[in-house]
């Protein structure tokens, strides 16, 4: 079984609007955290939020939301007021703690356009 | 965060020899990883390279295949040996300062013909 699942190859987006990216994830950790990264073009990967099991509040970082619902194994990126920079890959990763050395496994991307 | 680059930036290598890609890191890291991304596809570990001792390689990959070395806590290389037109992809180096942070070289992309 997938342990990272982004189920939306493209997703289109209205200038100014906001998005939700999904992602599930499959872990029998009890501590573990997720990432979401942003890939455009030139092939970089781009940090953008972090969530760990143990916390309480939904990251935040700027127009980047991550909407976590931990019964369910869901951690959804919300993008608010999208710009046309924002066009890019986007990866959801998973760190479990059984892997003790951080390293990071991916879902398959969503490919985000921002329609000017 | 950490400052990563990487060395060369492409490339475009004929089948059958091997090219070394350098991550340089402007401190000194704990973690440090290798991944790779072939043509429309998401990420794969390589490997981790570990400092001073023998990588630790993923289901799939061979250290004859791809021989890492990481001599000191800033400083990793990665060989693609014996190159064919399947090992086209981007490599991505990787580091991780904590558990809750992992940031990601430029990237090399290199394509063989």
């Known amino acids: 079984a997938q342990k990272i699942t982004q189920t939306q190859p493209g997703m289109f987006v209205q200038e100014k609007e906001a998005v939700t990216l999904d992602c599930t994830y499959d872990?029998?950790?009890?501590?573990?955290?997720l990432f979401w990264y942003k890939q455009p073009s030139s092939g970089e990967m781009i940090f953008l939020i972090y969530?760990?099991?143990?916390?309480?509040q939904n990251a935040t970082e700027g127009r980047y939301s991550l909407n976590f619902q931990k019964a369910r194994k869901s951690a959804n990126l919300v993008i608010s007021a999208s710009q046309l920079g924002d066009s890019a890959m986007y990866f959801c990763?998973?760190?479990?703690?059984?892997?003790?050395?951080?390293?990071?496994?991916f879902g398959k991307g969503t490919k985000l356009s921002v329609i000017p | 965060s950490a400052v990563i680059s990487q060395k060369p930036s492409r490339d475009i290598c004929q089948r059958g020899t091997s090219l070394t890609i350098q991550c340089q890191v402007d401190s000194q890291v704990t973690m440090m990883f290798w991944y790779r991304q072939q043509p429309g596809q998401s990420l794969t570990l390589i490997a981790t390279?570990?400092?001073?001792?023998?990588?630790?390689?993923e289901s799939g990959f061979v250290i004859d295949k791809f021989p890492i070395s990481r001599p000191n806590l800033t400083f990793s290389t990665l060989t693609v040996s014996n190159m064919s037109p399947e090992d086209s992809s981007i490599y991505l180096c990787?580091?991780?300062?904590?558990?809750?942070?992992?940031?990601f070289g430029p990237g090399t992309r290199l394509t063989v013909t």
């Open positions: 990763a998973m760190r479990e703690s059984w892997a003790g050395s951080y390293q990071l496994t």
């Open positions: 990787s580091v991780a300062q904590s558990s809750y942070e992992q940031y």
């Open positions: 872990t029998s950790d009890q501590s573990y955290g």
């Open positions: 390279a570990n400092q001073g001792s023998e990588a630790t390689y």
């Open positions: 969530q760990g099991s143990y916390d309480e």
